[in-house]
């Protein structure tokens, strides 16, 4: 079964989100998708308070791809992203799930 994993980011500092944007789309998905997914695409999350929202959505064609993208290349791309984009300034969760259906 394939695999998503979720990372989402909410901007404690709206003005960088743009730039975020810009580098996600530029260089991030395909640095993953590089590293092991199959795909990947960003989803700018609905809200009424005015907080960029988005969520980066990978899709692994099973668990174990996505084990060795965690353990071999996960931390490299994340250290990336921080040293652009401090942690003081963006927050992230994750998460991942066994996709059950596609259409």
Avoid: C
């Avoid at 500092?13 to 092991?36: E, F, N």
């Avoid at 809200?47 to 969520?55: A, C, L």
């Avoid at 991942?96 to 259906?101: D, Q, S």
């Amino acid at each position: 079964m394939p695999i998503l994993y979720e990372v989402n980011a909410e901007f404690v500092d709206p003005t960088i989100a743009d730039d975020w944007v810009r580098w996600i789309l530029t260089a991030h998905l395909a640095d993953v998708v590089k590293a092991g997914a199959s795909g990947g695409r960003l989803v700018r999350v609905d809200g009424e308070d005015g907080v960029p929202r988005f969520s980066v959505q990978y899709e692994f064609a099973t668990r174990g791809g996505l084990e060795t993208y965690l353990r071999d290349h996960a931390g490299r791309l994340r250290n990336e992203g921080t040293s652009r984009f401090p942690l003081d300034k963006v927050q992230y969760s994750r998460r991942t799930g066994e996709i059950l259906a596609l259409q």
